[in-house]
């Protein structure tokens, strides 16, 4: 019931940084774990970073900690990522579920490409 659209991929230079959006619909937003999930090419979807209801748990990914931070703004329903110091092998779709994902609530993911 949580219907998600990404966007703020983009195309960036090894070093440098992004800002992902997560535009979720759902009256029950704010009661969810929201999770951030990438997919390389030729790869498994992987876990990348979550934080609960109130924002202040995070959990991340250890390639990512120290370089990304999730953060959420419940009133405008979004879940952000916010990515530095971006490495070539960060280069994957990235999106956004609640965690743990719900199988119908994938979207269409936003592409990362960092270049060296």
């Known amino acids: 019931q949580v219907h998600v659209v990404e966007s703020g991929g983009g195309l960036v230079q090894a070093g440098g940084s992004l800002r992902l959006s997560c535009a979720a619909s759902?009256?029950?937003?704010?009661?969810?774990?929201m999770g951030w999930f990438r997919q390389a090419p030729g790869k498994e979807r992987e876990f990348v970073a979550r934080?609960?209801?109130?924002?202040?748990?995070?959990y991340y990914t250890d390639s990512v900690k120290g370089r990304f931070t999730i953060s959420r703004d419940n009133i405008k329903n979004t879940v952000y990522l916010q990515m530095n110091s971006l490495k070539p092998e960060d280069t994957a779709v990235y999106y956004c579920?609640?965690?743990?994902?719900?199988?119908?609530?994938w979207g269409q993911g936003t592409q990362v490409t960092v270049s060296s």
């Open positions: 934080l609960n209801w109130s924002g202040r748990s995070t």
């Open positions: 759902g009256r029950t937003f704010s009661s969810y774990t």
């Open positions: 579920n609640t965690h743990p994902p719900l199988q119908e609530g």
